[in-house]
């Protein structure tokens, strides 16, 4: 079993939907939590970042953390085209040598 | 404030050969992680350096080595490349091993 688990989709959805993406973590040690947003061929860029459980918004994008169940959700609200991109949840323990531990990356499509 | 730089951009090398990957750390960043993108996956830590010296490690087998310099910038080397070495190789620089800002990327292909 991966530590942390990520649908790949491909998901579709039409321009100004509300995306859902979510995770899923087996590790109690994973305290910090990111999304990355990755267009294709090219380098993740960091999204969101948080520590604690509860939700973190910052523009259209809402990341929640709920720690008694091991998952973390991403919330897009009115999606535009250019959102369209491969959205990574990421998870690292506390510490200097934490590494980041990766889900597979779910591949987003808005259309017009 | 420059951002992490990686070259270079794409490379493309025969099996058995050695191959030497650069970064450029963020300014201020003294942490440098780096990591393997299979196409379709998300990126797996290969190994962090943080102020030169080698800080946690990957499953990667030791053929894949790097370097952190006093600038704080970075190599990845890989000797004996395999086909399955083919992929986007991530440079991330932090501080202190706070949040991880990620390079473009080089993308490797072994033929």
């Known amino acids: 079993q991966k530590e942390v688990e990520q649908d790949p989709g491909p998901l579709s959805v039409p321009e100004g939907a509300i995306v859902s993406l979510n995770c899923t973590y087996s590790n109690s040690a994973f305290q910090y939590f990111m999304w990355y947003r990755q267009y294709s061929r090219k380098g993740p860029e960091l999204l969101m970042y948080t520590y604690s459980s509860g939700n973190k918004e910052d523009g259209r994008f809402t990341a929640q953390v709920d720690k008694s169940s091991k998952y973390i959700s991403l919330f897009i609200r009115d999606s535009q085209p250019s959102d369209s991109a491969t959205y990574l949840c990421?998870?690292?323990?506390?510490?200097?040598?934490?590494?980041?531990?990766f889900g597979t990356g779910t591949r987003l499509q808005v259309t017009l | 404030e420059t951002g992490v730089t990686q070259s270079p951009t794409h490379l493309i090398k025969t099996r058995g050969q050695q191959v030497t990957l650069r970064c450029s750390s963020q300014?201020?960043?003294?942490?440098v992680s780096w990591y393997q993108q299979a196409l379709g996956q998300g990126p797996q830590f290969i190994f962090q350096?943080?102020?030169?010296?080698?800080?946690g490690r990957g499953n990667f087998p030791p053929r894949f080595s790097g370097l952190q310099f006093p600038n704080y910038s970075s190599e990845l080397n890989v000797n004996a490349l395999e086909l399955d070495d083919s992929a986007l190789y991530l440079c991330a620089s932090s501080e202190e091993g706070t949040t991880e800002y990620f390079g473009p990327g080089t993308r490797l292909t072994v033929l």
């Open positions: 300014s201020g960043h003294n942490t």
């Open positions: 990421a998870t690292k323990r506390i510490g200097t040598a934490s590494k980041l531990t």
């Open positions: 350096y943080y102020r030169e010296e080698e800080n």
